[in-house]
């Protein structure tokens, strides 16, 4: 189903930035912003995003990231409940640890750990 999926929105999708003879994306859940099947959040089937929490220096109350995931069994029938949201407001170490324990070592998606 996915490879399907990808076959459709690889040249032709609301999010393809096309600029000097390159191919980026500004999709969902595409944590390196590269037009390709393993970084892709429409057509993977588990996806995660990074979204850093907009932080003026003086406050202190959103810091850190959300790290954004589909669910997999109800995103393919309901989309509005297939998203997943953590806050990581530790520090960027503690979060970059967390975030690796809790996605890479669990078998959800090991191929993005260098990313």
Not at 7 to 35: A, C, D, H, W, Y
Not at 60 to 67: H, L, R, S
Request: hydrophobic share 30%; charged share 25%.
């Amino acid at each position: 189903m996915a490879d399907l999926v990808w076959l459709l929105v690889r040249n032709n999708n609301s999010f393809l930035v096309k600029r000097n003879g390159v191919q980026f994306t500004s999709e969902p859940n595409n944590i390196t912003n590269t037009n390709s099947f393993k970084y892709s959040g429409l057509a993977n089937d588990k996806a995660i995003g990074i979204i850093p929490n907009n932080s003026s220096p003086s406050s202190k109350k959103a810091k850190g990231v959300t790290v954004v995931n589909k669910k997999t069994k109800t995103a393919s029938y309901k989309p509005a409940k297939g998203i997943n949201k953590v806050n990581l407001t530790k520090g960027v170490r503690k979060s970059a640890k967390s975030f690796i324990n809790s996605y890479t070592k669990v078998d959800y998606r090991p191929d993005l750990r260098k990313v």
